[in-house]
């Protein structure tokens, strides 16, 4: 079965300090690793889709990295905006199915 | 519009009512999921829609959860004779992709259940 593990559970930054949050993620054959944000109320927002091992994403304050055990995303310089929920995503072999994590409540204090 | 809607937001039920949930996807969205999130966790799957066949229901929790999607567009969430344990939000996204992929969420409905 999938398994998806986020860290830190939350986590609270002063602006502008930069952070790592982590997804370990075990599967039988990623076909694609997926973040989100979510505000509170609303559903998720897609940020990011991964596919291999190596491979790099960057959005504004934002980068994603994926390893063949764990992906990260790398918030620079953050701004209280960014003050969300993280939610990582696996889905793997010949399966449609969507495995989220627990997700990473990120605040940022001004 | 041009979002992920569902209806209602918000629900109250008296335990043993039955309830409707409705999410209209983006127009051409092949892939249809419904997911179900308790407070302070992630997503969980529950069921898959390619069109208006379902693909996997294998994440519905027992057999009083019922989904379909008739037309390949709208799909109705249906549970029977709700439980406390079925309050919580419930999210319909859909996707472009035959292959899931990256989805797009509606705001969710959420469930209480009295």
């Known amino acids: 079965e999938d398994q998806v593990t986020q860290s830190p559970e939350a986590l609270r930054l002063q602006e502008g300090e930069s952070s790592s949050l982590n997804c370990s993620y075990t599967?039988?054959?990623?076909?694609?690793l997926f973040w989100y944000r979510q505000d509170p109320g609303k559903g998720p927002e897609f940020l990011f889709t991964l596919y291999s091992a190596g491979e790099e994403k960057e959005k504004e304050r934002l980068k994603a990295t994926l390893t063949k055990k764990e992906s990260f995303l790398h918030i620079t310089a953050p701004k209280p905006e960014d003050s969300a929920t993280y939610l990582c995503?696996?889905?793997?072999?010949?399966?449609?199915?969507?495995?989220f994590g627990t997700g990473t409540k990120l605040q940022v204090i001004p | 519009g041009a979002g992920v809607s569902q209806s209602p937001r918000y629900k109250v039920a008296k335990r043993g009512q039955d309830v409707a949930l409705r999410c209209d996807p983006i127009?051409?969205?092949?892939?249809l999921f419904w997911y179900q999130q308790a407070l302070g966790q992630g997503p969980e799957f529950l069921t898959y829609f390619q069109n208006e066949a379902q693909l996997d229901k294998s994440g519905l929790p027992s057999d009083r959860f019922f989904a379909e999607r008739p037309e390949g567009s709208v799909s109705t969430l249906k549970i029977q004779r709700t439980q406390q344990e079925d309050s919580a939000v419930y999210l319909c996204a859909s996707s472009l992709a035959t292959s899931g992929g990256w989805q797009f969420f509606g705001p969710g409905t959420r469930l209480t259940v009295l």
């Open positions: 599967v039988s054959g990623l076909r694609g």
């Open positions: 127009s051409g969205h092949v892939s």
């Open positions: 995503a696996v889905q793997a072999g010949g399966y449609q199915k969507v495995t």
